[in-house]
């Protein structure tokens, strides 16, 4: 076994929750890939016949107002909301690296025009910008995925500037500079690889918000249409029936939600702890 | 106080380019959104010729410094379009229904504040007790509760399995008249005209989203106020104010508390753009009339002045809100006026 398992499996043993949430992870991967797979009804067959059945044998998370089997809708479903989470996270993880890394590398002007965009993003409360965006630019999934990673950019650039801005002079950057390297490639080899760590931190942390905020647009109506099966739609079309008591419809997607971002979270602090012991809660 | 006053005028100063930004940035999704405006107002039946003498009129064929110079007119006297719903100016209309939105939020965070702060000095003074776990568990379990779902879920148990909470409709069942209206907020008129059973009904209404709001900011209070009193209570000038003697409460309160919060007032400004989002789905699930279900409603029926004024109106508070903050902190770390 290589030095690095070793390490990983030592950190995992150490920790068990942390342990538990790259299961979980684990998990959340193997449904969005092999989710229509393992599905036992087709998400989309509605029966009215059998509607608004409470949780049963042939149907575990019983069956919504147009006889839907709410398991497979629960399972399919996976793949939209980690495809949204995963690709906003992405984006705004390598446009705001690459910004938050120019900015701290050069400062000046650049730094300043760079602060200026990222605190304009932050001017508004970040849902509401969310909103905004989805309404401008049309009610798509795409769009959810654009506005997704707009409001989550400052948080990538923010940390990229302060985490290259500390080691703009460190030794290895000097040695680098003064064996000839350009500057693009002293970003690109020795500071990005640098700052990755704390950076993964967050990513980890901000899957979570970005599933969440995409789940609480589609709630309003915006991005997913139904009968699309997405969990946040599936919540709000389970809304409708919670005053009536049919509690299934909206409880099993929102359970589902609600430990995929508790799991981003676990594996977010998971993370920090075995980066930087220091920062323990 | 001089000193203070200068304080004050140089935050304002410091918020003008986030007003700026704002306004800037609300103009270019307003020309962004799908749609032509002056198609939609001459009506299906209008030939070309009308729809382009509705947009001159409208100023759209005009390049877009000038419409922005229009737009800025319009906001300063504050005119935000019309809304096609409701046929109403939107600035009236998010006037009438920002109360019931400040009223729930105002709540929320009352509540919230009420809870994290205690619990947080309990679990950065008893480390590894209970009272620290379930401080823990708390601050990460509360950040993953999907905020619409938390609502439904409350709305579940305490209205359909225990019956003691109204149904989820609005600021008050259908049997009560709303107060005299005098600052909007329906707790405060209806207890200044002594309508004690409109206050009762009004706040019926209430506890369940105020609770959810408040679920939700705890988690961030609470892990802060945690973290940052526990490196207060291990510092030199606490470890001296206990040797001199001083009684566990002024240790704790004086010297320690008003140290701690200072980092708890700086995340406040986080706090509150997560809870104003939040309030949008809050009104939602509880059907509550504010601005976020006006600006929902519209949004699903394609009405685009009342969302670009919801936006608006909303960034322009969290501008104020953080200004706030700035002040408060400047008022409560004395260090930051003498720089000032």
């Not at chain 1, 998990?27 to 087709?42: E, R, S, T, V």
């Not at chain 1, 997405?230 to 079309?237: H, N």
């Not at chain 2, 006297?77 to 109403?88: A, F, K, R």
């Not at chain 2, 909470?165 to 907020?185: C, E, H, N």
Request: glycine fraction near 10%; include cysteine.
């Amino acid at each position: 076994m290589s030095p690095a398992l070793r390490h990983m499996r030592y950190v995992l043993a150490e920790n068990p929750v942390t342990a538990g949430a790259f299961v979980g992870f684990a998990l959340l991967i193997a449904l969005a890939l092999f989710g229509p797979m393992i599905a036992p009804f087709d998400p989309l067959a509605s029966d009215t016949d059998i509607a608004l059945q409470p949780p049963s044998l042939a149907h575990w998370f019983g069956t919504d107002h147009l006889g839907r089997d709410i398991l497979s809708r629960v399972i399919v479903a996976a793949r939209l909301d980690m495809q949204i989470a995963l690709a906003a996270v992405a984006l705004s993880f390598v446009f705001g690296s690459l910004l938050g890394v120019l900015a701290g590398w050069y400062g000046g002007g650049i730094d300043r025009a760079i602060g200026r965009v990222v605190d304009t993003i932050m001017a508004f409360p970040l849902f509401v910008l969310a909103m905004g965006i989805v309404a401008a630019l049309g009610n798509t999934v795409g769009n959810i995925i654009y506005a997704t990673a707009i409001i989550n950019l400052p948080f990538y650039a923010r940390m990229a500037r302060a985490e290259t801005n500390a080691r703009r002079d460190a030794g290895f950057v000097e040695a680098a500079r003064l064996s000839g390297n350009s500057d693009a490639r002293i970003l690109a080899a020795q500071v990005f690889p640098n700052i990755l760590p704390p950076m993964m931190v967050q990513v980890s942390l901000n899957l979570g918000y970005a599933i969440l905020n995409a789940a609480g647009l589609s709630f309003i109506g915006l991005g997913v249409r139904p009968p699309t099966p997405e969990w946040g739609i599936m919540v709000a079309e389970g809304a409708t029936y919670i005053v009536s008591g049919e509690w299934w419809i909206a409880l099993f997607p929102g359970l589902v939600l609600m430990a995929a971002v508790f799991c981003f979270n676990l594996l977010g602090d998971g993370l920090r702890d075995i980066i930087d012991p220091r920062r323990r809660t | 106080m001089p000193v203070l006053v200068s304080l004050v005028l140089r935050r304002l100063l410091g918020a003008l380019p986030s007003i700026a930004a704002v306004v800037v940035v609300t103009f270019v999704l307003t020309r962004a959104l799908p749609g032509d405006p002056a198609a939609y107002f001459a009506g299906p039946a209008a030939d070309a010729q009308s729809v382009e003498e509705i947009r001159r009129k409208l100023g759209l064929d005009k390049p877009l410094p000038v419409q922005f110079l229009a737009y800025l007119g319009d906001l300063a006297q504050g005119e935000m379009g019309t809304s096609l719903i409701t046929g109403q100016p939107v600035s009236a209309d998010i006037l009438a229904r920002l109360p019931a939105s400040v009223e729930l939020t105002l709540c929320g965070l009352a509540l919230a504040l009420a809870v994290s702060l205690p619990l947080g000095v309990a679990a950065a003074t008893r480390p590894g007790s209970w009272v620290d776990h379930m401080a823990r568990v708390i601050s990460t379990a509360g950040v993953s509760l999907p905020v619409f779902f938390t609502g439904l879920l409350l709305v579940y148990i305490f209205y359909y399995l225990l019956g003691w909470a109204p149904a989820p409709m609005g600021r008050l069942d259908l049997f009560a008249s709303a107060p005299t209206t005098i600052t909007g907020f329906y707790l405060v008129d209806s207890l200044i005209t002594g309508q004690f059973a409109t206050f009762r009904a009004a706040a019926a209404q209430l506890v369940l989203p105020a609770l959810t709001l408040g679920l939700f900011a705890l988690a961030p209070l609470t892990r802060m106020t945690r973290a940052s009193m526990l490196g207060v209570l291990g510092s030199d000038f606490i470890r001296t104010a206990r040797a001199g003697g001083l009684s566990r409460g002024t240790v704790l309160v004086t010297y320690a508390l008003r140290n701690a919060l200072l980092p708890v007032v700086t995340t406040l400004g986080m706090v509150f753009s997560f809870l104003l989002g939040a309030n949008v789905l809050v009104e939602k699930v509880f059907a509550w009339p504010g601005i976020g279900s006006y600006a929902i409603e519209a949004l699903v029926a394609s009405d685009y002045a009342p969302v670009q004024g919801f936006i608006l109106t909303m960034a322009i508070m969290y501008v104020g809100l953080n200004l706030m903050i700035d002040i408060l902190y400047g008022l409560i770390d004395p260090r930051v006026r003498i720089e000032a």
